[in-house]
Every structure is written in C-alpha cells, then in structure tokens.
C-alpha cells in the first residue's frame, strides 16, 4: 500500500519536473536566438567590420551607439553623433573642456571606463559600442548585447587621425570625418601662420603633473600635444631631443633633480585632478626657480584631460589654448 501511495506522488513530480526542464530549454534557445539577431544582422542591414579582436556586423546606420572610453566619445561627438550613453574618464571626475557646446549632459553615465555598469548598458538597448580600451572579456560580455567594435589606439604622432577616419567609416560618416579634419588642418595653416609673423622661432614644453608622489614628465614630439605643437611651426627643447631616444618615446619621466628637462621658452603644465600639491612641490624648489621659463613667468597650467590624448575635439581644444596662450586671443 505504501508502495503504490509513494508511486503515485512521485509520478506527478517527475512530471513537472520535466515540463520544467523543457520550459528552461525553450528560454534558453530564444535567449540565444536573441543574442545572435542582435550581434550578427542580416547582410542586408550591416557591414562586417574587422578589429583587433574579431569582426563585427555593424548597422548600416547605428542610432544608439554606447562609448566606453573619453577618446572614443571624443571621435565621435566630433563627426557630429550623438551617443545616447558614455563611460567617464577614470581620472576626471567630469568631462573636459574639449566637449564644451556638444549637449554632454544629455549624454547617460556608464561609470568609469574600468568598470562599466552592464546593466545600465542592457537597459539601454543599443544597437553599437565602441570603445578603445576594453578587454577580450569585455568583448566577449558586450557582444551579447549589441555589436560591438574594438578601435585601434595610436598614441604616437598623429594617429588620431586615423582613428577619427575609422571611427567615420564604422559610423558611415566618413564625409563628415574628412571635413573635421579638413577644418582642423586649416585652423593650424592659420595659427602656424600668425605664430611665424608675430613669434617667430619659440621652443616650448609639454608636461604631465600627476596626483601623489609620482615623476611628471615631458611629452616628446612624438606624443599627442607634442605632435601638434610641432604641426603649428613650434620647436621642442634642444634638451629634451636629445633625451627622445626613439620615436617610439611619447614622454620621458623627470625627477626634482632634472627639472631642467622642462626649461623652455613656454612651458604648458598638464595637471591631472589633484596634482596641485605635487605641482606646488616643483614650483617651490630652487632648481625651478632656476627656469628660463619660471623667470619670465611664461608657464600656464592647462588640463591633462585633453592634452595629454584623445581625438579631434581634444585637438582643436590644444589649438584654442595655443590661440589665447601665446597670441592673447579670447
């Protein structure tokens, strides 16, 4: 009796318990059935676009992209796209004066670009994200949300450029790539112009002030601001050529005994968030007091966040500094 009575109770169980088994399948089939229909498109609707960590089936016409890093957001707010959301700088605490006049607080907070917020970006249903900086794991997590694409960073010289165009070609707004970079390369005919007739020949450093106990540095001629003083006519130190030991050398660190590494004409201090004290340090020193440039009082602070690096608008920001620094415009 007890036998059957057991019987009885567990073939109902078993039952359910294999119509939920079968329920779990049928979600997890259209779960995957969703990822693919979100990260690889009908050929029709997209183009495959190859990266450094695979190829991606972009849309043709991507509405609500997601940035997960300041230079990628820089590319593309200066082709003229809005992004819906963007991670924040991991060292500002807001954005730069590169995006100024671009509506940036309309644009969504992911977080920090070390540590997204996945859920925010699931909730936002976009349909790209692009980024310079991620992981393969990144990767691998974004993919199954929307098509993701993974930019080339080119810190030295003037790669940017070419990750402005690339950025242009994902987007399909290579014309509008072209045109930014036309603008800028005509801004810097100008300025390069106005410094020959006004300046003449002018040797003028770029450093890095970092938070804490940290060097600062010099940026070669081979970095992001370096590059672009170059461009507009102006000369590096003599010094600081001779400490460039490749052109693969973007910055060479500098200790309180060689802060001599940073005499110039005209030197722009970059200062990171709270490098103030460490700046203070240096500017205390006797050694700096030293300076050429420390004597004629011809060094301005300016913000790390867009001359250390980043893309088109960062670029053009150097430009304005540049404009009102050595020329006094407003």
């Known amino acids: 009796m007890m036998k059957n009575q057991l019987h009885l109770c567990i073939q109902p169980l078993f039952l359910i318990a294999l119509f939920l088994l079968w329920i779990t399948a049928c979600d997890i089939q259209a779960i995957q059935k969703t990822d693919i229909s979100k990260t690889h498109l009908g050929s029709s609707e ?6 450094e960590l695979g190829e991606t089936c972009v849309p043709l016409q991507p509405q609500r992209v997601i940035v ?54 699931v909730q936002l249903h976009p349909d790209l994200i692009l980024g310079f900086y991620f992981t393969a794991d990144n990767y691998k997590l974004f993919s199954q949300i929307a098509p993701t ?27 509008q790539a072209d045109d930014a970079l036309a603008q800028y390369q005509q801004r810097v005919r100008q300025l390069q112009k106005l410094i020959k007739e006004k300046l003449g020949t002018m040797e003028v450093s770029a450093s890095r002030f970092y938070a804490g106990l940290h060097n600062p540095q010099f940026d070669t001629i081979f970095s992001f ?93 150097i430009l304005d500094d540049l404009y009102r620094y050595l020329l006094g415009a407003s």
Not at 75 to 92: H, M, R
Not at 93 to 116: D, L, N, T
Not at 226 to 236: H, M, P, R, T, Y
Not at 253 to 278: H, I, K, Q, Y
Request: glycine share 8%; proline share 2%; aromatic share 8%.
């Open 225 to 317: 601001s370096g590059w672009i003083l170059k461009e507009v006519g102006l000369s590096a130190p003599r010094h600081q050529l001779q400490a460039t030991t490749s052109p693969d050398t973007y910055f060479v660190l500098v200790s309180l005994e060689r802060v001599d590494l940073l005499d110039a004409d005209v030197l722009f201090a970059m200062l990171d968030p709270g490098a103030e004290e460490n700046f203070k340090k240096y500017q205390k020193s006797q050694l700096w007091q030293l300076l050429k440039v420390a004597k004629n009082n011809r060094v301005y602070t300016v913000d790390s966040g867009y001359w250390y690096g980043g893309n088109i608008l960062a670029a053009n920001a």
């Open 68 to 121: 997960t890093d300041e230079g990628a957001l820089d590319a593309v707010l200066g082709i003229g796209l809005q992004p819906i959301a963007a991670a924040e700088s991991n060292l500002a605490g807001s954005r730069g004066r590169q995006f100024a006049g671009k509506k940036i607080e309309e644009i969504i907070s992911i977080g920090k670009s070390s540590q997204v917020n996945i859920e925010r970006i």
């Open 46 to 51: 997209c183009r495959v676009i190859q990266h």
């Open 149 to 175: 694409v993974k930019l080339e960073a080119k810190y030295l010289k003037d790669g940017w450029k070419d990750s402005l165009r690339e950025v242009g070609e994902i987007l399909g707004k290579t014309e």
